[in-house]
Structures are given as structure tokens and as C-alpha cells.
């Protein structure tokens, strides 16, 4: 008997990129993500700008979603949507659309936890992909979260550690704004960092216990670094910015892959997945292929595409839930602090 095909669209709107996806069971036939240039302007995400943009993006972004994907809005199964965390405006907007387009298509709707979406990303079935079998260890690591995750089950996730300030992604960009580079600034200085000495200068790494973060030590500590250099130098910066960027990045780099040895040596798991817009980040990767042959681990590492927010990931949990049939009232809230 031929399986029954079941489509989800998936709606993320919980910061500033809007994206629809639709899944033909755990396999993606459209991922289509609308970015905002705005915020490059401000330094940062602006949310009410955030907001405004995502109401005149959601409409056509669904809509060229569907159209890749080569089917209507009849066949949908279900509406996967991100409940949260993330900035309120712009949940609500995701969160109304979703509501509104189940309520009159008369299927089931579905809240996604954004931070569980980014480790379930795995689960999208893509080839040359492997899933990692459970348990693994999950590590997030994105411009607003930091964590390390037990990941039981599909639905069943402990988190073992994370940020108690700031996350990965604003120490990359706060450090690029004291640079004078770009929002977002991480890419730059991911690329900047190849070209660049590691060992160039050394910045303070937190000690903080267990499995825990901190980043704004580390932040201030590059922000005192640089004024104290420019004093000396008013080019310093421009002198010498690939070896500072390589050895920000060699920082930061070595203060996560600390946290994930001592996550291994305490669970005993292996197996390591990584999620979220960091970890696009080229030295990430390469330190965890890196683990694989010095300690034994296995790493499970996303298509680029699938690193920073978009719906596919909240596609792939809406079947996953689908299957489960753990469907959401109309009443649900977005919810901008919604834990794992």
C-alpha cells in the first residue's frame, strides 16, 4: 500500500527573516526566506521594523512557497508555525497568519519551539545527510541563544548548559561594531579570520562553571583591548584587522569546543549535532571535523541554508508533531521567552 503523502507549511517569523516552507512528509520541496537589508543600516534588528516588514513579506513568501513546491493550498495537512522565542511583534505576525490560514482551510495547526526546531533541522531528510541517532548532544549557537542540549527523543531534550549573558552571535557582532565592520558582522570576520594569525593577541576566556556560557567578559575585554590600541595607533584596526579577527574567532572557538568536551566526558555521548546562524561559521565546523578524528566523535553539521532561521526547520517538527498527532489549540500565544 503507497504511503500517503502529507504537506506541511511551515511559517518562521521570529526575528527578522520571513520564511515559508513546504514539506511533502520529512522531505523539503520549498525553503523560501525573505531577508531585511533594513537593520543593516541600525548596527542591529530593529523589532518594530522587523515587525512592519514581516506583514508585507508573509503574504508573497507563502505564497512563492506554494508555487515551488508545485501544489495548492488545499493540500495541506497542517500549518507549522514559530510560537517562540523570539521578538514579539514579529511572532505575532507569524503566529495571526498561521492561525488564520489553518482556521479557514479547516487543519490542524502547530506550534514550534524555535530552539528545537534548529536541532531537528537533522531530521529533514536530505541525501548524503545522516540523522543522528538518539541520544546526542546538541549545541545552539546563534545571534540570541547559546546552549548544549541532551537530545532523548525527538520531544524529550534536557538542556545541560547555557548562556548567562550573551549569546555566540553578539559577542561576533558587538565585536564587529567596535571594528567597524558590518551587521551581521560574523561572516566578515569568519572570512577575515582565514586570512589571519589565531595566535595574534589573546583575549579573556570566562570561567564560568559547568556547562555554562558567558560571552560579555570577553566582549568588553576586546572593546578595552582595541581602545587601548587605537590610543597607541590610530590605524591599529586597519593595520592589523585579519589577525584580530582570527584571534576573536580562535576565542570564541575555544571556549565552545571546552564546553562540548566537558558535555562528552560528562554524558559520555558522542554524538554531536550543531544548530543555528553560527554554525555556518567555517572554523566550527572544521574544530568539530577536527573532534572526530582526535576524540572519537561523530558530528552532525546542517546545510548552510538550514543554519540561519528559516521555515524548513519549522517544517520538519510540524510532521514530526503531525505523526504524533500533537496538534495546538487556536488560542495558543506567542510566547517570546518559550523555553526548550
Not at 5 to 16: A, K, R, V, W
Not at 66 to 83: M, V
Not at 119 to 128: A, M, P, V
Not at 329 to 339: E, G, P, S, Y
Request: aromatic share 8%.
Amino acid at each position: 500500500m503507497e504511503k500517503e503523502n502529507i504537506y506541511i507549511l511551515g511559517i518562521e517569523s521570529s526575528c527578522d527573516d520571513t520564511s515559508a516552507a513546504i514539506l511533502c512528509n520529512d522531505q523539503i520541496l520549498s525553503n523560501v526566506v525573505a531577508d531585511q537589508k533594513i537593520h543593516t543600516e541600525y548596527g542591529g534588528v530593529v523589532p518594530e521594523l522587523a515587525s512592519r516588514a514581516h506583514q508585507q513579506n508573509i503574504v508573497p513568501v507563502v505564497h512563492q512557497a506554494l508555487e515551488k513546491a508545485g501544489i495548492k493550498k488545499e493540500q495541506l495537512n497542517a500549518i507549522a508555525f514559530t510560537r517562540g522565542p523570539g521578538l514579539m511583534g514579529s511572532l505575532l505576525v507569524g503566529t495571526s497568519f498561521a492561525k488564520s490560514l489553518a482556521f479557514g482551510l479547516d487543519i490542524p495547526l502547530i506550534d514550534v519551539n524555535h530552539m528545537q526546531a534548529h536541532i531537528l533541522t537533522h531530521f529533514i531528510d536530505e541525501k548524503d545527510h545522516k540523522k543522528p541517532p538518539f541520544p546526542f548532544l546538541a549545541m545552539t549557537i546563534s545571534g540570541g541563544h547559546t546552549q548544549i542540549v541532551k537530545v532523548n527523543t525527538h520531544f524529550d531534550m534536557e538542556v545541560l548548559g547555557e548562556t548567562i549573558d550573551d549569546a555566540v552571535g553578539e559577542a561576533y557582532d558587538k565585536s564587529g561594531k567596535v571594528l567597524g565592520l558590518g551587521y551581521p558582522a560574523g561572516p566578515e570576520i569568519d572570512r577575515r579570520a582565514q586570512l589571519g594569525n589565531p595566535k595574534a593577541y589573546q583575549f579573556t576566556k570566562p570561567k564560568v562553571d559547568g556547562l555554562n556560557f558567558s560571552f560579555s567578559g570577553l566582549k568588553t575585554n576586546i572593546l578595552y583591548f582595541i581602545q587601548r590600541e587605537v590610543k597607541a595607533n590610530p590605524n591599529f584596526i586597519e593595520e592589523n584587522l585579519n589577525d584580530i579577527c582570527a584571534s576573536i574567532q580562535y576565542t570564541i572557538i575555544g571556549i565552545l569546543m571546552a564546553k562540548l568536551k566537558l558535555a562528552v566526558k560528562q554524558t559520555g555521548i558522542k554524538h554531536i549535532a550543531i544548530g543555528g546562524g553560527v554554525s555556518a561559521n567555517s572554523s566550527i565546523r572544521k574544530a568539530l571535523k577536527d573532534a572526530e578524528q582526535k576524540f572519537g566523535w561523530t558530528s552532525y553539521i546542517p546545510k548552510f541554508e538550514y543554519t540561519t532561521d528559516n521555515a524548513a526547520m519549522i517544517a520538519i517538527v510540524g510532521y514530526l508533531k503531525y505523526l504524533e498527532k500533537d496538534f495546538s489549540d487556536f488560542n495558543v500565544m506567542a510566547t517570546a521567552r518559550l523555553k526548550i
